[in-house]
């Protein structure tokens, strides 16, 4: 089972990243999918999660009203769309999935999360 997160990259203040994670192994399809960052020196903290259908979603207050959250289960796969980036929003970004189909609810803790992708750094310049 494998989580292929990939989009990073070097972007000014005010611009867009998406950033997109590629499950494989297994469909993921019942499961709750989660973004994580962990900035240098700092805890990795929740950004973003979706329910298993793509209809219930949450965010992190940091994250609220500039990211989005989606999910293409067809394609075994979730997006981050990342707007209006800021330099503290710089670091390594991490998708994860639930791993037991517990996705009738987006999931905050990393603790509910069996599988984590590799991640993919993501770094805002001013």
């Known amino acids: 089972v494998q989580l292929q997160a990939s989009g990073g990259g070097l972007v000014q203040a005010g611009g867009s990243l998406r950033l997109s994670c590629a499950a494989s192994?297994?469909?993921?399809?019942?499961?709750?999918m989660g973004w994580f960052r962990q900035a240098p020196g700092k805890e990795r903290e929740f950004i973003a999660a979706?329910?298993?259908?793509?209809?219930?979603?949450d965010y992190a207050d940091s994250a609220r009203d500039r990211f989005t959250i989606s999910r293409d289960n067809a394609r075994n796969t979730v997006y981050l769309q990342m707007n209006n980036l800021k330099p503290e929003d710089t670091a390594v970004y991490y998708c994860?999935?639930?791993?037991?189909?517990?996705?009738?609810?987006?999931?905050?803790?990393?603790?509910?999360?069996?599988?984590w992708g590799q991640g993919t750094l993501v770094t805002v310049s001013s």
């Open positions: 192994g297994r469909a993921f399809t019942g499961d709750a």
């Open positions: 994860a999935a639930d791993g037991e189909g517990w996705g009738t609810s987006p999931h905050r803790l990393p603790q509910m999360y069996a599988y």
């Open positions: 979706v329910d298993y259908g793509g209809s219930s979603t």
